[in-house]
């Protein structure tokens, strides 16, 4: 649904991620524990995080790097179209043109 409106889905679910990783953090920032155990819940939070935003990242850049050449393809295949149809245009001018010629 997020694509009909022009936002990829890969963007929702980061933003999702990012979302609830803020929203973790705020809890445990509010929990009652001591001062070691914050820290250390937090550090622990903080590379699971890390960990995941990498993990997120890569695949993003996997997905963009298939797109491109997906991209890359499909604009072969048009440039292939276009030159067969320029020149079908061009010997079917120089036809006419000989045809008008000996007329």
């Known amino acids: 649904m997020s ?10 679910m980061v933003s999702f991620m990012a979302g609830a990783a803020i929203g973790a953090g705020l809890a445990l920032l509010f ?11 937090i550090a ?8 995941r935003i990498k993990e997120y990242s890569k695949e993003a850049q996997e997905k963009i790097k298939t797109a491109i ?19 079908a245009g061009r010997e079917a001018m120089q036809k006419e043109k000989e045809r008008s010629e000996t007329l």
């Open 69 to 87: 050449e997906e991209s890359k393809e499909t604009l072969s295949e048009k440039k292939t179209i276009l030159t067969s149809a320029i020149e």
């Open 31 to 41: 929990a009652p524990k001591s001062g070691s155990e914050m820290r250390e819940t």
């Open 3 to 12: 694509e009909e409106k022009g936002i990829p889905a890969g963007t929702v």
């Open 44 to 51: 622990d939070f903080a590379e699971d995080a890390v960990d």
